[in-house]
């Protein structure tokens, strides 16, 4: 079947322009994450939504990092007025259950990832 | 000390040797603990869970010591396809997920 999505693969922005980067979950997965993994370096936590609502979103570097799930699949993270430090791969992973009240070990399957430079 | 630690490496291991990198933690309250696998440029992918008792893999082995807060990881009969890079998740309580950097492993042939 289909796994996590994400596009685009690759994005090159001028310091100072909008990017809105796109995740597809694997259909049916309650709980969607976004990550930041910078090069030589472990994904570190962005975000978290369990189907529309954002219940973390404590690892936002800024409030210039925005994300939403408005329907509860599809999520988009959209990063404003770019800097040189937000080069990064941006990384989305989905799991089947919510972890409230389900269990909170579910496998997160991650999508290949955006590469954003800013130049 | 951080959250999650691991030694970067890269660790250099000639083909069919065993290899064991450890990962420590500081949080007492961290439920959970996987071995997640990343290949260059690629997303990362399960490795295993690890459990208190101990869980095997085929040629992996996992273990976790919650008294000295690590967990384990040994490869046997490593092979050429075992290099990359292999990266230490907890999950806590509050379902916060913390990553570690990556210990790197090069396989020779």
């Known amino acids: 079947g289909a796994g996590v999505s994400q596009s685009p693969r690759y994005k090159v922005a001028k310091r100072g322009q909008d990017v809105a980067l796109r995740c597809d979950p694997i259909s049916g997965h309650v709980s969607l994450f976004w990550y930041q993994q910078a090069l030589g370096q472990g994904p570190e936590f962005l975000t978290y939504?369990?189907?529309?609502?954002?219940?973390?979103k404590s690892g936002l570097p800024s409030d210039r990092f925005f994300a939403e799930r408005p329907e509860g699949s599809v999520s988009t993270l959209k990063i404003q007025r770019t800097q040189k430090e937000d080069s990064a791969v941006y990384l989305c992973?989905?799991?089947?259950?919510?972890?409230?009240?389900?269990?909170?070990?579910?496998?997160?399957?991650f999508g290949p990832g955006t590469r954003l430079t800013v130049l | 000390r951080k959250e999650v630690e691991q030694d970067p490496g890269p660790f250099n291991v000639p083909e069919g040797a065993t290899v064991a990198f450890n990962c420590t933690y500081s949080n007492s309250a961290s439920q959970s603990f996987f071995w997640y696998r990343q290949d260059c440029r690629k997303e990362p992918k399960l490795l295993m869970s690890?459990?208190?008792s101990g869980n095997e893999d085929g040629r992996f082995t996992a273990q976790l010591n919650r008294a000295s807060q690590y967990i384990s990881l040994l490869i046997r009969d490593s092979k050429l396809s075992d290099s990359a890079t292999y990266l230490c998740v907890r999950m806590n309580r509050d379902d916060k997920i913390i990553f570690g950097k990556g210990t790197r492993l090069h396989i020779l042939p």
């Open positions: 690890v459990y208190s």
């Open positions: 939504f369990q189907n529309e609502a954002q219940l973390d």
């Open positions: 992973a989905s799991s089947l259950a919510g972890t409230s009240g389900a269990s909170s070990t579910d496998t997160q399957y």
